[in-house]
């Protein structure tokens, strides 16, 4: 009976990782928001099939606590109180609110059980769904990128999207040009950014889950999902990837050391990377729009065109959007230290900049916090990776960690991913996942 319940709850598991990624375009069918609850639901399911009670640590009340516990007080409070004081200043609705909880504070359940219920088979079991999830983001990126970018047509889901997103925000009126013929595909999730986080943490996944010594076999699973994510169009998550990917798993830092063997597996990358441009690009319409497109992205960093058709360059709109930080916080100066939360209330929320957002809705001070804690978390988890005594299960735990951290803040200079629906709850488990690195050596129950 214990074995049979075992197997349940990690059925039950892989498929509440699963409903996170697939909960959105469930929301499309049924044209309602109720079903991202059902992640939820079913982690509920997993705390009553589990003997043990779920409980706060210990720590937390003796008021010792590491830098991931204080990210996560203080980001709870900070929903908590924010809600709380706009709802009472009738700033929002009661509705608006409710919304508000559920989008950023239910995510943390998702800390606390890991914590207090999550074993290395947990581990494994979401990292192989978010492997399973990201390949089926990627499939389906690639046809709905060729329909839309080659064959000129747009199909009956992403139109069903389109009319799902205007009908929950009156604003969203062109809904990112997802229905527009001969733009670019936004994947089979609610914006582009979000179907090419899942695919890049299907890759780190499988990335982790590879031993590091197999560097050929580990460069040929580099090279298919840098296929798929080149082909989502989506500027911000290539040069998110690549950066990492670059620089951890192909050596670039070793660079200026001048030894061959210290870049080999980058040269052989890059080597895959331009025959396979050269040999296809006349084959496949999509790869001559690609490298049109990389042109003009890169003529746009060079500020050599004007930013999104305005008068200035992106350089200039990077620079008006860190004044439009004080220029929003003029009605509400405290807003400063403690930012405006996470509510629609307060500053223009799902601008260019990500990281702008995120500092109005948390503040300066907390902001700075954050982005120091997470250096310190990978800069920690790097120097264990080198560790001569960990070992490859330890390694796992750590590869995707560092991964998805610096995939997420490299995101903030563009757009902001963790506030999504499916993502933050990764989020949170990462971090619980982190510091609860050595739970590999706990005894299966």
Known sequence: MILVISKIKIVIWSLTIFLLFISFPIQVIFSSPFPSLLPYAFLFILVILNKKKISIPKS???????KIDFFVIIYISLVIIHTFFQITFNLITLNNGFQSIINFLLPVCFYLYYINYAKELDFRVMIY???FSGIISGVY???DSWLMLVELKVN???LKIAEYQRSRVASFVNVGGRDTIGYRSHGILSSHSISSAWL???CFGVLALV???LSFKRILIIFSYSVFIIFTMNFTAIVAFFLIILFFELGLKNIFKLKVQNIKYLIVFLTLIIVSNTLFKNKFPIIDLFNKQLVYKIALLSNEKEYHGEEKSITKAFFYSSLNIFKAMLDFPIGIIIGDGFSTWGSRKGGDFGYSETINRFGIPFYLFMMFAFF????K???????PIINQKQREYLVFSIYTFLYIILNELHYSIWINKSILPILFITLANYKQKNIILRSNE
């Open 60 to 66: 937390y009340y003796k008021l010792e606590f590491d």
């Open 156 to 158: 009956d889901f992403s």
């Open 200 to 202: 890049c943490l299907s």
């Open 211 to 213: 031993k590091k010594k």
């Open 376 to 379: 310190l978390v990978v800069k």
């Open 129 to 131: 769904t978010i492997i």
């Open 381 to 387: 988890a790097l120097k264990d990776l080198k560790s």
């Open 141 to 143: 990126y690639l046809y």
